[in-house]
């Protein structure tokens, strides 16, 4: 392409002067597109600045950082840093200011660890938090429970509510693929006649009222079929897995309709079993810290 | 649609027609049920719907004199502008929806089609391929004859293009609906959507060399080169990233070729270069056009416009791995996206800024005109959206930020401040002019438009800059005895005010669209004769 001005597209052929932008003094290219013309503006000093800058960042960056891949292996770095060790060391500074208590707790002396003030004032609150990012999903914020998932800030418990057994459920799990699992089943009773199984389910949604007669067509029938796992009256507390049903505390319900589809399908809730995910420690930590919720009544965090 | 034809032409648009409800009906007979059967039956619809059309105006006689090559080919891209704001309207509406549901989940029906996983990729697909793939076919045809004063080197394939290209968007946005995605963002449509699109793509390359080669002015002007980049990236990025073995011939699975760290690499590639090719340079393209058209005034610096074009495409392609920070990819990988992404920013400003330097002279303009204002917030939260983009790419920084709702945030700040505002920006530049008259029809409705949209675009993003800010430092809080200071759920509860913002904000914003689809039904239905002299090919072409 010619250098001669004159010979510039859109050019003055005589004097090699181009339009000029009455607004900011500049000429343009001499190029126009269905209107458009484009100013001949110099190349601001700013913008070879900032790239003269972050090209100087990323040089940097370059030498300090793995970067470049050179054949099957790449440029270290001068730092020499491995994303996997620092996330390692980072977590290993974390943890280390975390098990001068925790590790407490890897000894189940439930005693005398809730004896201990100051060390409850450091666990129950990271306890909180644990059993909310672990259990709340099913068994609410405040452990108040729901449909189908028992209340653990009640008094009344299915395997037991001393810390040692709350601790056991939560290493095995109830149903769980764990093989020293604690197993419970209602079985169905869909064998049963169904005015007998109306007159039965009558007869269990009475029993939390204190009014079930004894005389109670349905009170055979559960001495026959129900005492067995759910205790003599339905007063449970047999620690195996069968609620007492002669309390207010319900997991499916117990009105007539829901005690009649559970003899009909029958039963078979499942906790996990929480070896793997939690430490030992934790676990501990957290059967404590439900043990306490029953004392709260419903209080979560402290 | 079918005036600005030939007899000839309609013949050969019949033919196409009938083998695009053919090839339905071997996808329907094949596939015989499931998403791919009900593919197959919506292309027989649209196929036979077509050859009602064309096969109708065989009988008309109505042809096109040899004068239509004096004027621009205007119809197909009044098409495209339609297609736009029902794809605006769609993909808004259900990001709104979905936004409430973030609110409120208990509200979502209970059906598996309208539950969020489902309709997230409608929003998402609608909004980027159906609002903003319409809009950069349809502007990228009118602009790409304004600047080379030729007229589009095809009767049918620009046609082809649209309708080809809304049937693959029909075909995502339902196929999500049914459950049908190969898990990839921004790629999930399955083989047979994906290889459709390829044939569509080409054709529309095709088209645009093809023009582009007719043009009457000897340099070709920014906005096609970066039109170009676009139609040619976005071809290799959906070929790599799509490559996928069927499970069968007869059925919609499929599985990647890709596997592991590679394919969260290649995805990652694919998805922030569809940032980059897709939503950036055909909208700059877009802006390059417009701008200087409605303000009246030359780009300010052809120079900058060049170091911008080229460092936009030479250093987006190596960002894409700042997605994948402190993941399995290997950390040379992550230092290099990262580098890469801050040398990005200057060619970015380099083009927010020579946009505003533009308006040097026309802020009076800028004032009276909202939709010129559009144009210039475009051009803003281009630029605060492109920091934006930088910073968070530095992997510190990203270690806040990932997984966070800043990440949707500052999404939104690039798609509705930026994209959209360009769009809608062009639209109000363009839709009078196809329509033969000075302005829209309501032309205080523009005005308001621009509010709604501009408070929607800062609530939204404020809300989720909040939000994500909170997440993150939530999230990474531990006490002073090494136990995490908040719960997984506490974070989320504390997100509720955010995201009822949202809400709001994408309420707001989609007021506005609907506002301005409704203005544009107006405004083309009152077509009027106005003409402009100069805008015209410059040269007569040969018959086709």
């Not at chain 2, 794809?87 to 409430?100: P, T």
């Not at chain 2, 903003?132 to 502007?139: D, M, P, Q, V």
């Not at chain 2, 909170?470 to 509860?493: C, H, K, P």
Request: net charge negative; with cysteine.
């Amino acid at each position: 392409m010619s250098t001669d001005p004159k010979e510039f597209p859109a050019a003055d052929s005589h004097t090699g002067q181009r339009e000029i932008d009455p607004v900011t003094g500049y000429d343009t290219t001499g190029h126009e597109w269905g209107g458009i013309k484009e100013l001949n503006t110099p190349f601001p000093r700013i913008a070879l600045i900032a790239l003269v800058l972050t090209v100087a960042y990323s040089l940097v960056s370059w030498v300090l950082l793995p970067a470049w891949p050179i054949g099957r292996d790449y440029t270290r770095g001068l730092l020499g840093l491995d994303q996997g060790q620092v996330a390692i060391e980072r977590y290993r500074d974390l943890a280390s200011t975390r098990e001068e208590w925790l590790s407490r707790f890897e000894t189940p002396d439930f005693a005398t660890l809730s004896e201990d003030a100051a060390l409850m004032a450091t666990a129950m609150p990271a306890a909180a938090r644990l059993f909310r990012d672990n259990c709340a999903v099913c068994h609410g914020e405040t452990g108040s429970g729901g449909i189908e998932f028992p209340v653990l800030n009640d008094n009344h418990w299915l395997w037991g509510g001393e810390p040692d057994m709350i601790a056991e459920t939560l290493r095995v799990g109830i149903n769980s693929s764990h093989p020293d699992s604690r197993l419970a089943q209602m079985p169905s009773f869909d064998w049963m006649d169904r005015t007998d199984r109306v007159a039965l389910a009558r007869y269990v949604a009475k029993l939390p009222e204190g009014d079930a007669a004894t005389d109670d067509p349905g009170a055979d029938l559960f001495a026959q079929n129900c005492a067995a796992c759910h205790g003599e009256g339905g007063v449970g507390g047999m620690l195996n897995g069968a609620p007492s049903l002669a309390d207010g505390a319900v997991i499916y319900g117990q009105d007539v309709h829901t005690v009649m589809n559970t003899l009909r399908s029958g039963r078979q809730g499942v906790m996990p079993s929480w070896i793997g995910r939690l430490s030992e420690a934790e676990i501990n930590l957290l059967a404590l810290y439900v043990m306490r919720l029953q004392d709260r009544g419903g209080g979560g965090q402290s | 649609m079918t005036d600005t034809l030939t007899l000839e032409e309609r013949r050969i648009a019949l033919c196409l027609s009938v083998a695009l409800a053919f090839l339905g009906l071997i996808m329907a007979a094949a596939a015989q049920r499931g998403v791919m059967a009900l593919h197959g039956g919506m292309a027989i619809a649209v196929g036979l719907a077509l050859a009602f059309i064309v096969g109708g105006s065989m009988y008309s006689n109505i042809e096109p004199g040899r004068d239509r090559l004096t004027h621009y080919y205007d119809a197909p891209i009044k098409f495209g502008i339609i297609m736009t704001l029902v794809w605006a309207v769609v993909g808004m509406g259900v990001g709104v929806w979905l936004a409430a549901l973030m609110f409120w989940p208990e509200a979502t029906p209970l059906w598996p089609a309208t539950s969020y996983g489902r309709l997230r990729p409608v929003h998402t697909s609608g909004v980027i391929f159906g609002f903003g793939g319409n809009a950069l076919i349809a502007t990228s045809f009118y602009v790409l004859q304004r600047t080379t004063r030729a007229r589009l080197a095809g009767a049918i394939s620009p046609w082809f293009v649209l309708i080809g290209y809304n049937l693959f968007c029909l075909w995502a946005a339902t196929g999500y609906l049914m459950g049908s995605t190969q898990s990839k963002e921004y790629a999930e449509p399955e083989w047979y959507a994906d290889i459709w699109l390829v044939v569509v793509w080409l054709t529309y390359f095709t088209l645009y060399i093809r023009t582009l080669m007719r043009r009457v002015e000897p340099h070709i002007y920014v906005a096609n080169w970066y039109y170009l980049a676009f139609i040619l990236v976005v071809a290799i990025l959906h070929i790599v990233n799509n490559i996928a073995i069927p499970v069968s011939w007869t059925h919609a699975e499929s599985f990647p070729v890709w596997a592991g760290v590679q394919d969260a690499m290649i995805q990652w590639w694919y998805g922030h270069n569809a940032v980059a090719f897709f939503l950036t340079a055909g909208f700059l393209g877009m802006l390059y056009y417009f701008l200087p058209v409605r303000a009246q005034r030359p780009i300010w610096s052809y120079r900058l416009s060049i170091l911008s074009f080229w460092g936009i495409v030479f250093f987006y392609m190596w960002a894409g791995s700042h997605h994948l920070h402190y993941t399995a990819l290997p950390y040379w990988v992550q230092t290099l996206g990262m580098t890469f992404s801050v040398m990005l920013l200057v060619p970015s400003w380099a083009s927010a800024g020579n946009a505003i330097a533009t308006l040097n002279g026309a802020w009076h303009k800028v004032r009276d005109d909202a939709t010129l204002r559009f144009m210039f917030v475009a051009a803003v939260f281009y630029g605060l959206s492109t920091f934006e983009g930088s910073f968070l790419a530095i992997r510190p920084v990203n270690s806040l930020s990932h997984y966070t709702d800043w990440t949707v945030g500052h999404v939104h700040s690039g798609t509705l401040g930026w994209v959209a505002m360009i769009v809608f920006g062009a639209i109000y530049t363009l839709v009078p002019k196809l329509s033969g008259r000075e302005h829209m029809a309501w032309p205080q409705a523009v005005e308001w438009h621009f509010w709604l949209a501009i408070a929607g675009t800062l609530i939204y993003v404020v809300s989720l800059w909040n939000a994500g800010i909170t997440q993150g430092l939530m999230w990474r809080a531990y006490d002073e005895n090494g136990a995490l200071s908040y719960s997984f759920i506490e974070t989320v509860e504390a997100m509720l005010p955010y995201y009822a913002a949202r809400t709001l904000g994408g309420a707001l914003f989609l007021a506005g669209a609907i506002l301005c689809a409704l203005n544009c039904r107006v405004t083309m239905r009152t077509a009027a004769e106005r003409v402009d002299a100069t805008d015209r090919p410059l040269a007569l072409q040969p018959a086709e």
